[in-house]
């Protein structure tokens, strides 16, 4: 084979102006990637190639797609060495193929995709984790400087970032390849530095430690996610990183204090508002035929029929599902479709009489769209829970229940007043305010079993949700 025709020398891995005069001058006269190596100081590029000299038409005027530029303008400060000859060759390619920056099939376009993503991600870390550390004033101005390790070639990319956001002081950026230093309103390059060149800690730490203790979110904390996003190397640069092991550790007791703070007030709030709806119902057969006049009277709805709740007046289990079904809507009962044969079949694994437990639903009629002969369940709306709340909160306090199972999202918002994520407060116990008095144990609705196709998942599932309704017939029956 022939050697390339072309061997184009940069002075280092981060010359990348350099880099675009080149590539621009060699699309413009249709050089072939084959036919180009490029070498960083004396180094040849890996993933070049050594065939011989191709070239195509020279080019009037370079034209290449603007997503092509741009994914290829932040894909060109990544510090890998292969990408050189991998952007030429994209640009190269998008020219002849305006559709190439978009198709995730093509090797060098996903190549190319992922440097750019690299890239930006290590911006996002530079935004988020460079701390200044005051290092002296000088006519007035304070000076501060900062220790960072990027991943790539980023420092000049960036710098406007914190010229933006930190122009009333003077700060230097030192980085082992690169320092930025902002002085009397000008950018400044300079070589790299050492971490010993930046001071380890000032006077504003203790304050930023108290800033991040008191915005830290327990209920969010996902630490799968805080590793990717914050890597243990950042730790050492960031004075609340000693921090982060206790509020770990404390997450779980805080969450478990914040919901049934927040349950407690906003039950007792939203059944202060419940109770002021007919006082007079001293009994649940009041309720229910309340429940069948504001059906027919207030609703006019000819269509369904109203579900009321059904069991004993003094049980001490509660169980708040989400509407009727098809089954129930016909029968005027509630739990007695599919669902409700699940939840039966369930309750026996746990123990528990279902005739010895009140059950109903958070919205007392079907909510359903014809197709064909079928009636499809539909999801009630926000709206629709809140018109029913009342009723079902004057079931609760009529049968005063020890403990009080929601089944579901629906029964959740008809409950509590508010949107809750089930999956934040599964399986929890949560106190409820003393005119309500006992506990809450949310769970999802059985209808979610049914739903699962997996069987492994489903049995998996499915011991999740016994085990929730054993907790609370252990605690109803204590």
């Known amino acids: 084979m022939s050697a390339p025709e072309r061997i184009v020398s940069l002075s280092s891995d981060d010359d990348l102006q350099a880099w675009k005069r080149e590539a621009r001058a060699l699309l413009k006269e249709g050089v072939h990637p084959d036919s180009v190596v490029w070498r960083v100081g004396g180094e040849g590029d890996l993933f070049a190639s050594e065939l011989g000299g191709t070239y195509a038409p020279p080019a009037e005027k370079v ?69 200044f550390r005051k290092v002296g004033e000088d006519d007035g101005r304070e000076r501060y400087a900062a220790w960072f390790e990027p991943d790539h070639h980023i420092v000049e990319r960036e710098a406007p970032f914190f010229v933006r956001r930190f122009a009333n002081m003077d700060w230097a950026i030192v980085t082992p390849r ?43 904390i996902m630490t799968d996610a805080m ?21 770990l550790e404390q997450a779980p007791a805080r969450v478990a204090v914040m919901n049934a703070r927040a349950a407690a007030d906003d039950t007792a709030r939203h059944t202060s508002r419940m109770l002021r709806v007919e006082p007079g119902h001293n009994s649940l057969e009041s309720v229910h035929d309340a429940i069948r006049r504001f059906h027919a009277e207030e609703l006019g709805d ?63 009629r079907f909510n359903f769209i014809e197709r064909g002969k079928r009636r499809i369940h539909q999801t009630p709306k926000a709206g629709e829970i809140d018109i029913w709340a009342p009723f079902l909160m004057q079931e609760h306090r009529l049968v005063q229940p020890k403990v009080t199972v929601t089944l579901g999202a629906t029964a959740l918002r008809g409950f509590f007043g508010r949107p809750v994520k089930l999956s934040e407060v599964r399986g929890e116990t949560i106190p409820l305010p003393e005119e309500l008095g006992g506990v809450c144990v949310p ?18 599932e499915e011991r999740k949700f016994v085990a929730d309704l054993e907790k609370a017939r252990e605690l109803a029956f204590a």
């Open 63 to 131: 034209s290449i797609p603007r997503k092509a530029a741009k994914l290829v303008e932040t894909a060109l400060h990544h510090s890998g060495s292969g990408r050189l000859g991998l952007l030429y060759r994209f640009l190269w390619r998008a020219q002849r193929d305006r559709s190439l920056p978009d198709n995730m099939a093509d090797p060098d376009t996903l190549a190319v995709h992922r440097l750019e993503k690299a890239v930006r991600r290590d911006a996002h870390k530079m935004h988020a984790f460079v701390r």
């Open 178 to 220: 690169k320092t930025a230093i902002y002085w009397g309103g000008e950018v400044f390059f300079a070589e790299g530095g050492r971490r010993e060149d930046v001071p380890a800690e000032d006077a504003f730490e203790d304050a930023w430690r108290a800033y991040y203790a008191s915005i830290f979110n327990p209920a969010r």
């Open 227 to 247: 590793r990717a996003e914050m890597p243990k190397k950042y730790w050492k640069n960031l004075p609340e990183a000693a921090l982060i092991p206790e509020l």
């Open 302 to 364: 000819a269509v369904t029929k109203p579900v009321p709740g059904e069991g004993p007046p003094d049980a001490n289990l509660f169980f708040i599902g989400e509407q009727p079904g098809d089954q129930e809507d016909i029968t005027g009962r509630p739990f007695v479709g599919p669902a409700g044969q699940l939840f039966d079949r369930f309750l026996q694994a746990a123990g528990i009489d279902r005739s010895s437990a009140y059950v109903t639903n958070a919205v007392k």
């Open 443 to 460: 769970t999802f609705h059985p209808s979610y079993l049914l739903r699962i196709q997996d069987e492994g998942q489903r049995a998996i």
